[in-house]
């Protein structure tokens, strides 16, 4: 299977700075630009359904991605962002305020990351993979789009490379709209071709 990792365009929580996790956020108008720009160049793949997040953001995202063409999309809640409970529709920077010590292990030390009534990465990574199995197991010569989020798409990508959770944020950096590929095997492994955009193997690992 060719799966092809998209996150979604700009949203005004991106633009904001505040916490979206499953929270609904809506694409800003630079978003639905990056989206449907991104839809141009893959026009030449020829896929054979996608998958998306059921957030309003990646629903938008796959709407301007695919207008026009009669692509198959399911929306699945396994596909959404991690769930951050607490932190939802806060800036970050009061988060980093209130709570300094979960704030830097989110983005540097994300192995650690513990807050009550949020997912830590560990459960993101383990529903993202049981979500990328399932859809292996019924599409395993396929093309296959998968519109998400970033840190869902960074754990993917981390699990795909074998690195731990701690090297989690290692760039690249999972911009809006980046896209990603990865080629899943009948035998299960898993080969990461681009991400976020650049070829996997022009990055120095």
């Known amino acids: 299977m060719e799966l ?13 700075r505040r916490v979206q996790g499953q929270s609904d956020s809506r694409l800003t108008e630079l978003g639905e630009q990056q989206a449907s720009s991104l839809g141009q160049r893959l026009e030449p793949v020829e896929f054979n359904k996608a998958f998306c997040s059921s957030s309003l953001r990646t629903r938008q995202t ?20 991690i769930f951050l409970g607490p932190w939802e529709g806060t800036l970050y920077d009061e988060i980093e305020q209130r709570d300094p010590d979960s704030f830097r292990h989110f983005w540097e030390e994300p192995h650690l990351f513990n807050v009550d009534g949020a997912e830590s990465f560990f459960d993101l990574q383990a529903r993202a993979v049981a979500a990328i199995e399932q859809i292996a197991k019924r599409h395993l010569n396929q093309c296959i789009a998968l519109v998400s989020h970033g840190a869902l798409i960074k ?18 950096h999972m911009h809006n709209c980046a896209h990603s590929i990865i080629r899943v095997r009948e035998d299960g492994t898993r080969e990461i071709i681009q991400y976020a955009d650049i070829p996997f193997s022009d990055l120095e690992r």
Request: charged share 25%; hydrophobic share 35%; net charge negative.
């Open 4 to 16: 092809h990792l998209i996150r979604h365009g700009q949203t005004d929580w991106n633009e904001e």
């Open 62 to 81: 796959a709407a301007r991605l695919f207008a026009g063409t009669d692509l198959e999309i399911e929306y699945l809640d396994s596909l959404r962002e």
């Open 155 to 172: 754990t993917l990508l981390c699990h795909a490379e074998g690195r731990p959770m701690h090297e989690l944020w290692t760039p690249p």
